[in-house]
């Protein structure tokens, strides 16, 4: 199994930007879709969680300003960031049923 994300780039602060994360292989029906990202000099922090049953949970910096979703037709997981910050410079990891993580892809929020 592996997990591939993508949509990471550099954006004006209160731009936008998409990422998603595919997962290829034998991966079956995952129960918990996650996002994680780690800035610079700093642990890596849990962002946003879409469960099976289309439950979701964000953590207090990204709700409000991100969403999370999931297409389990493709084994697709996808993060929408409107109103990104500086601060939300970071690598961003998916990480599916703690068991999978994806290889990150770069958000850089500058002027």
């Known amino acids: 199994v592996q997990l591939q994300a993508f949509g990471g780039g550099t954006v004006q602060p209160g731009g936008s930007l998409r990422l998603s994360c595919r997962a290829s292989?034998?991966?079956?029906?995952?129960?918990?879709m996650q996002w994680y990202r780690q800035a610079p000099g700093k642990e890596r922090e849990f962002v946003a969680m879409?469960?099976?049953?289309?439950?979701?949970h964000y953590n207090d910096f990204a709700a409000g300003r991100f969403t999370i979703s999931r297409d389990d037709s493709k084994n697709t997981l996808y993060l929408q960031m409107n109103s990104l910050q500086p601060e939300d410079t970071a690598v961003y990891y998916c990480?599916?049923?703690?068991?999978?993580w994806g290889q990150g892809t770069v958000v850089t929020v500058s002027s």
């Open positions: 879409a469960l099976a049953n289309s439950g979701t």
């Open positions: 990480h599916f049923d703690k068991l999978y």
């Open positions: 292989g034998n991966i079956g029906s995952v129960n918990v």
